[in-house]
């Protein structure tokens, strides 16, 4: 189609998938007190807390305010995944021919669990290695925690390890496109765990090495599922052009 449809096409994509954004924002902010009460539980238990959490604050007038936007439209970012992954591909689908298009829809269907994978996972471990980070303050002193602040780091965790378990989609992405083969990707498996235990201590906000082990073991695991699934890609594809 001529560039202005493309344009206009994407606009539409953009659209649906930021009123789905919105819409989802919407429930974010009517279970809000649930939504807090989730993120904070790795620092403390408001539901015990009642009126406060240790050590955690919000600051000035404005403050409560806009700590329930932006949780709520995190809320709706993240909840919304299945919608925009669609649009994403739905937009991307007439450029592909039959057999690309149902890659595709499985690849819509897997992002959202793997995801969620990798953002469960980040949060399980987050108890563990805010202990460690508060052990580094002195006995003599209070550690006052903005929420805004807290916020971020968890959210950071969240969206960077969910994103990170993406990997196996992007490998067998390549391989379908015939610009990464199994065997390229068997001779670069020493690196790629090399730079998973990289990306993992960067990231990771603790230095011990059981949480970097309980992050890094995931990701090698989807990388070699990756290849597997590339070999079956490969193999297929020598059975056809034989055929």
């Known amino acids: 189609m001529p560039l202005a449809e493309h344009l206009r096409e994407l606009r539409r994509r953009i659209g649906r998938s930021a009123l789905a954004i919105l819409l989802l924002t919407s429930v974010g902010w009517v279970y809000y007190d649930q939504l807090i009460a989730f993120l904070a539980s790795p620092m403390c238990d408001l539901n015990e807390a009642k009126t406060s959490c240790g050590s955690l604050y919000i600051n000035g007038v404005l403050g409560p305010l806009n700590l329930q936007?932006?949780?709520?439209?995190?809320?709706?970012?993240?909840?919304?995944?299945?919608?925009?992954?669609?649009?994403?591909?739905?937009?991307l689908a007439p450029g592909l021919h039959r057999r690309e298009k149902k890659w595709a829809i499985i690849f819509t269907a897997t992002a959202t669990p793997l995801f969620a994978a990798g953002a469960y996972l980040s949060y399980a471990i987050l108890p563990q290695a805010i202990k460690i980070l508060m052990g580094f303050t002195p006995g003599t002193l209070n550690n006052l925690i903005k929420f805004d602040d807290y916020l971020d780091f968890v959210l950071r965790m969240i969206l960077v390890f969910g994103i990170s378990f993406e990997l196996p989609l992007v490998m067998i992405a390549l391989s379908l496109a015939n610009l990464l083969t199994v065997q390229r990707m068997l001779a670069w498996w020493r690196g790629a765990v090399f730079c998973i235990f990289l990306f993992v201590a960067i990231f990771t906000p603790t230095g011990d090495p059981l949480t970097m082990v309980l992050l890094a073991a995931p990701l090698i695991v989807l990388y070699f599922l990756a290849v597997f699934v590339s070999w079956i890609i490969e193999r297929r594809r020598r059975k056809r052009a034989q055929a």
């Open 69 to 91: 936007l932006k949780v709520a439209l995190s809320g709706g970012v993240i909840l919304a995944a299945p919608i925009w992954l669609y649009q994403l591909w739905a937009y």
